[in-house]
């Protein structure tokens, strides 16, 4: 038996991951059915939603200075869980990008991510006065 | 090379006040600091108290300089930008037994010729502060005792002494001194030199070392460490007037002090510091200032600590010493200043000048000289109409930094422009990140002003200068 | 001085102050938000790891993007909010409230309402609330100003991070700074149970080796101008293993000791604060000793998700409403801890109405029973698998389980 803990919302599910007869795994422990697919993929394939930031970029292409109120990072986040093992190359990918504001809530800043079926998008819409 | 007529080796309550006074002369004057900032040593951390006149006799140095300079603080304040109050001080008894020591305390205070000096009872010591012990069994009031911000009135005095010509160098590390003809040459560990024909030695802590390296006196400095708690000014406990215990023979206990500013400040404990750098707080010291203090005010709690620091006291001998130099030509010792330094510091700034006189120094008041400063308008002092008048005239009034201690960013523009650039130094000039949240909330924005105003890059803001750096990279 | 009136204000434009706002508008009052921030959305902007809006929204989005969608409503309601505008202070003047502020734009405000929503959130405890002795050099910093530093600034704080504490935000820290290249040492706890959520815990530490000393104790910081590292000892059975206290070397230490309710404001104004939440005492409405002055989210007391905040600042900003259309509850009764609860909140119930009731557990426990009894007897009870004293627990009592509730009746909730 494994024991984990699912992280798919803040409820923090105990679960319990065991085997049975016939080589089924069987998830006990879960209060909703996410709990199970959680299981199966921490197992399988662990997976995490990654969020960071990229340098914000002025529309003149400058860069926000001390004197401005806008913010010098905007967030980003990948659309859905993101393969756990490749995330410091995705991590290294965002580390040298930019985004040029006004930011828009929800663009797209790298499709398909590393070719997966994840995307990473505007998290924060900041739009320069 | 810059010639000076008085060099002032160190810039704390001391040598500050020597400086303004030698402003009002016709004289070339350079005060050298070691730290980025003034007043960043014992005169930073320490009571702040404008002491009574009666803890020492009137045949001690100290005890005369303390009289005096208690008395040129109403001038001082007139005239400078620091916080001060006359809140009057109280010495409670918790035993009879006690009271002897209290009325010895007494005696001597009216033999000094302080006024207004009383005896009380238990029923008097409660009506003057309530929030005391109620088994306290009498005391001694002094009315005339007070409380001010030492590090604020060290900016001050620094700034009029600036306006008045002084020329203040800071990170001006003394490492050596020789006579040349009829001057010193002074060098700084950087490699800057000066040279002046005087030279005052009011290094504080440093004030051997100082000694030796000028070929003077060779004594020895012995840092003695006070901690403190200080406790949040929405404590329910807060007394209105300074309270003291009964005096032991090392020190004047602990005390129970209103700030100025509104806070509580709890302290100091006395006890031998490993080295001169040595300013860790200590568990059991902490534990000590809690339970000492809520003999005197039962109500303080441990919940409304805010932070905890410690200051070091640059202890020699019993009196204050400070004399014109038997070994050095034309210089002059201020050191071993203890309490009751900071009350004593403006008699002493006045006696330096006359022993500076006394060897030669030649003294010609100037016509123009200025004893006024700005007095910079605080957010938290204005009602509300005086807030609306002072954001018609900044709106950076109207912009509140530190919400704690309602600190705005006019304020840090001005405490910037008045040459403090690190988060310790504009702490101190405005009282931001000094309040419940420690800078919690306004570290960041403090940064992006200092970035803004000096054209410092990120790297470059300290908490006080050195190694100090708040950031270490940047996204 | 500008001179405003609206029907009700809201002090604070984080989540709570939002939903309240939005709640008022809706029932047709007038209502102005007055935020400190230049923008709407308050601590969440910082939160830029995912999370929230699962109960709120359905979907796990980030901090600033819950925001934002409550900020986009306010927009669209035409709600104003006064941004980078301080209040300094809440008064009663000629049976109206008088709230004063200030902004750089408009100078001082006198802002005249029949109604207050206090929404301005808390703040971390820090370093000297906890009294941790040593020296006190450059590198220490709470956990959220290091988010703010990292997310919104864009610098880093540190390389070497120790955290103490094991708070949400410093176990997203500790992520965050690891996602940054940064190297975390360790979290240190004093208690024997993480403060932090179970899933914070396996994301932001377990993935990344980041060790958990829980029942440790700092004894010490040191370092001369920046931090240089810290003192641990382990506790056992209460006490300090001196002994076998040991060193972490560092550049950094986070605290995420704790969060406090920001009363000064209702302090000031007279308002009752609870020893228990730090918060202002409140009715079954929401309201606080101060007639018609309301609070909700982290002001009110410290929740765990802003799901919770929201929900809880509609109810407020529904309350505010009726008491401003004349509503006032026939009759409460008291809502007392029993075994087991640090806090009830609110602290009446209104048997004639449906009432949401927010706990916190003492203990940490598995199979455990939350009860409801009506002056000793249980009208209500459910199970839960875990409960931990981070995890907020909560409740609703309709009026047929308060039926046989007189005029002296007291409900008390205990976990058993």
Known sequence: MRELICITCPMGCHLAVDTDARGEMKVTGNRCLRGEQYAREEIFNPKRVVTFTCAAVLPDGGTPGPESNLPRRVPVRTTGAFPKERIPELLGALKGMTVRLPAVRGSVVLKKALDTEVDVIVARGIAPE | MEQFDVAIIGAGVCGANVARKLSQYELDVALLEREIDVSLG?????????????????????????????????????????????????????????????????????????IGIEMCSRERMLELEPTLNPDVVGGLYAPSGGILEPYRFVFSLVESARKNGVHVKT????????????????????????????????????????????????????????????????????????????????????????????????????????????????????????????????????????????????????????????????????????????????????????????????????????????????????????????????????DIVCRCERVSEAEIVAAIRAGHRTLDGIKYYTRAQMGRCQGGFCTYRIIRILMRETGMSFDEITKRGGDSFVLKGSL | MKQLTFDAVVIGGGAAGMAAALELDARGHSVLILEREDTLGGILMQCIHNGFGLIEFNEELTGPEFAQRFEEQVRARNIQASLRTTVLDIREESGLKAVYCVSPTQGMMRVESRAIVLAMGCRERNRGNIRIPGTRPAGIYTAGLAQRLVNIEGYIPGKDVVIIGSGDIGLIMARRMSWSGCKVHAVIEILPYPSGLTRNIVQCLNDFGIPLYLSHLVTDIYGKDRVEGIEVTPIESGALMHEKAFKIACDTVLLSVGLVPENELSRNAGIEIQPTTNGPWADSALMTTMPGVFACGNVLHVHDLVDYVVEEARRAGANAAAWLSGYRPAREIRAKTGSNIRYVMPMRVNPERENRLYMRSLVVKNDARLEVRLDGTVVKSRKLAHIQPSEMLSLTLVPEDLAAAGRDSTVEIALV
């Open chain 2, 42 to 114: 014992t005169s930073k951390a320490n009571s702040g108290i404008v002491h009574g006149g009666f803890h020492d006799h009137i045949s001690t140095l100290k005890a005369r300089l303390e009289l005096q300079g208690a008395l040129m603080f109403d001038r001082l304040h007139d005239e400078l930008d620091f916080p001060f109050e006359r809140c009057g001080i109280l010495v409670a008894a918790l035993h009879e037994d006690e009271m002897r020591a209290i009325e010895q305390l007494y005696l001597q205070g009216v033999e000094n010729g302080v």
């Open chain 2, 171 to 398: 990170e001006f590390e003394v490492e050596s001194a020789a006579r040349e003809g009829d001057y010193w040459r002074i060098r700084a560990k950087s490699g800057q030199e000066i040279r002046a024909r005087y030279v005052v030695n009011s290094a504080g802590l440093h004030a051997d070392t100082i000694s030796t390296a000028l070929g003077a006196e060779r004594y020895t400095i012995v840092p003695r460490k006070g901690e403190y708690y200080l406790l949040d000014r929405a404590t329910r406990a807060k007394p209105s007037r300074v309270i003291f215990p009964v005096p032991t023979e090392v020190s004047k206990g602990i005390l129970v002090i209103p700030t100025v500013e509104g806070t509580v400040l709890i302290g100091p404990t006395a006890s031998p510091a490993s080295g001169k750098e040595d300013f860790a707080t200590d568990r059991e010291q902490l534990e000590h200032i809690l339970h000492s203090a809520r003999m005197m005010v039962p109500g303080l709690s441990e919940n409304d600590v805010i932070t905890s620091f410690a200051g070091l006291r640059a202890a020699y001998g019993g009196d204050f010493y400070i004399a014109p130099s038997e070994k050095a030509p034309a210089l002059v010792q201020v050191a071993g200043i203890q309490s009751p330094g900071l009350t004593a510091s403006p008699a002493i700034g006045e006696y330096v000048k006359d022993l500076l006189k006394k060897a030669g120094l030649r003294l010609v008041e100037k016509s123009d000289w200025d004893p006024y400063v700005r007095k910079v308008p605080r957010a938290r002092d204005a009602d509300p109409f005086a807030l609306d008048t002072l954001v018609a005239q900044d709106p950076a009034y109207g």
